[in-house]
């Protein structure tokens, strides 16, 4: 494992430890045999009742296929253990995990989160899709082989329920609860290492995390509370300050159940007057917002009085979807404004940023149809956390929400499931390694939370200790699963990275990634013929055109001004 690294540069440490060649290793004992077999409670580090392999079994090997339009990578052997962890409460579910172990194994494990509100195992844990999947969003490279491929085991669970969907009853229950914020990402991790230990003899040797959107959020958990446990992880679209997020979506529906709804057929009217003010701030008007900062400020309520005055509707009123009424304009202005809280959440956060701007034109503000002041508006995850997990009422009428009337339960849920802790001292001094990638146009989560995350973890460590642990990168202009287009001719902007290459390079070989790695648009298909390319910048710079061929990243600088 790593244990320093230089800033930006492809150096390594001079007492960096190689373990990029550790050899593989074969079981000790069946794979078949793990069946019905235990692991006791005394092997989990967080209070459970122990845990049951349920299914074991080898997995024969498989070529590469094309499916559905896409390649499917070859897979080794490997070993498939699927186990449960029973809770302490017996009203509690148990947690439902699964173990892929390749018969010729590199001794490295990656730990993989889940997505929405879980309730299932990750389906990345062999197989992983360039159009989604629970890694890294959208983003991985259709040319890149899997992990298990290379030799890593891949395991994940389900949180502790088993309700993909959003009724979220079993947040009702205090232990759920706890295992869906950040105890079960703990216990999953330590029967998953007893299960190997029991196959091959030896607990793993290198050890990562690595998730998008609600797995983001555990990404971000595990560095922040269980950071003994992980030398690399990759938080992508991670919903950092989650309970501010989903108190901030249910305010925003909230105003929307009057004349402030905003009709889907606006969203076009919206996007094009954005794009108008923004899109030549990067040096190429190619409809894609590439300096998201300065563009978020020109929409920002605190900076900018009237940033929608040349599609206001006359007289403010309501005259359809050629322009905007006045109580439109106060929820879009909601939108891009902070919440304040007028208290303090966990670790001293006192208030929510204000999303930014650049997918007007996809169902941004997710509330149609339009609900009436007595109906719920359809909140889907968002209204399940809160009514579920933080308020604990689900006959709560949510429209009637207010934060001054919930500050006890928010401050109790913030302490479990928010991750805004700056502290990561003991990361560090394991010499763990982080990669974070946001979308600037992220509805979904908020990048801005994450940026002022990183904001606060430099102010406390100082960026030259930052840069030895920590890349935040940023997709201009890209959506929530990290892909993105151009609002004028609608070609897909570069979005493949291999952050799980770029992350077991930092660990196992000392290489820092880059400060501008290079994003691809390519075909998904053999030769994986490459369209465009751009540079992906870390926070706060951009990437700028600077002249010759726009869809070559050398014609592109990451710049701040």
């Given at each position: 494992m790593a244990t320093a690294c230089g800033g930006g540069s492809n150096t390594s440490a001079p007492t960096f430890a190689d373990t990029s060649t550790l050899p593989h290793r074969s079981p000790t004992s069946s794979c078949a045999g793990l069946g019905g077999t235990s692991v006791a409670a005394s092997s989990i580090g967080l209070p459970t009742s122990g845990a049951t392999i349920t299914s074991a079994k080898v997995i024969a090997s498989a070529p590469e296929t094309v499916v559905n339009g896409g390649v499917r990578h070859a897979l080794p052997e490997y070993c498939q253990i699927i186990g449960a962890i029973q809770p302490v409460d017996a009203g509690a579910p148990p947690i439902q995990f699964q173990v892929n172990v390749p018969t010729r194994w590199n001794q490295k494990t990656i730990q993989v989160g889940g997505g929405g509100l879980n309730g299932s195992i990750p389906n990345s844990l062999s197989v992983i899709a360039a159009a989604g999947g629970s890694l890294n969003g959208s983003a991985f490279p259709p040319d890149t082989p899997y992990p298990m491929s290379n030799g890593y085991a891949m395991f994940g669970g389900d949180s502790g329920h088993q309700d993909p969907g959003t009724s979220a009853t079993w947040a009702l229950n205090d232990e759920a609860w706890q295992n869906f914020g950040h105890a079960s990402l703990k216990k999953t991790h330590d029967a998953a290492f007893a299960v190997i230990q029991s196959l091959y003899g030896q607990k793993p040797r290198v050890s990562y995390f690595m998730g998008q959107s609600q797995g983001g959020r555990e990404a971000m958990e595990v560095a922040q509370r269980y950071p003994e446990d992980y030398d690399g992880v990759v938080a992508t679209s991670p919903l950092v300050g989650y309970v501010s997020h989903v108190v901030h979506k249910t305010l925003l529906a909230a105003v929307q159940t009057g004349p402030g709804w905003i009709p889907p057929g606006k969203g076009a009217l919206v996007a094009s007057e954005v794009m108008r003010q923004c899109d030549a701030l990067d040096g190429l008007g190619d409809g894609v917002i590439g300096n998201y900062l300065a563009c978020s400020a020109l929409f920002e309520p605190a900076r900018a009085a009237q940033p929608f005055t040349a599609i206001r509707c006359a007289n403010g009123a309501d005259l359809g979807d050629s322009c905007l009424s006045d109580a439109q304009i106060t929820t879009i202005r909601q939108m891009h404004a902070p919440t304040s809280y007028g208290f303090a959440l966990a670790n001293g956060w006192t208030s929510f940023p204000g999303y930014g701007v650049g997918q007007e034109n996809s169902g941004w503000l997710r509330t149609s149809p339009q609900p009436s002041q007595a109906v719920q508006p359809a909140l889907g995850q968002p209204g399940a956390t809160v009514s579920y997990g933080i308020i604990k009422d689900p006959t709560f009428n949510l429209v009637n929400f207010s934060i001054a009337a919930f500050a006890d339960r928010l401050k109790a849920a913030s302490a479990i499931i928010d991750t805004t802790n700056p502290d990561l001292s003991r990361f560090f001094a394991r010499g763990g390694r982080l990669i974070v990638k946001v979308q600037s146009s992220d509805y979904s989560s908020n990048p801005r939370s994450t940026m002022n995350y990183y904001d606060a973890v430099v102010a406390r460590f100082g960026q030259a200790q930052v840069d030895k642990h920590v890349r935040l990168?940023?997709?201009?202009?890209?959506?929530?699963?990290?892909?993105?287009?151009?609002?004028?001719?609608?070609?897909?902007?570069?979005?493949?990275?291999?952050?799980?290459?770029?992350?077991?390079?930092?660990?196992?070989?000392?290489?820092?990634?880059?400060?501008?790695?290079?994003?691809?648009?390519?075909?998904?298909?053999?030769?994986?013929?490459?369209?465009?390319t751009k540079p992906m910048c870390r926070y706060p710079a951009y990437p700028r055109y600077f002249g010759g061929d726009t869809k070559i990243a050398d014609s592109y600088r990451c710049a701040t001004d």
């Open positions: 990168y940023v997709l201009p202009n890209g959506n929530h699963g990290g892909s993105g287009q151009s609002l004028t001719t609608g070609e897909p902007i570069p979005q493949y990275i291999d952050t799980v290459g770029m992350a077991t390079d930092w660990v196992e070989k000392g290489i820092s990634p880059p400060d501008a790695p290079v994003l691809k648009n390519q075909h998904s298909l053999p030769p994986y013929t490459t369209v465009a």
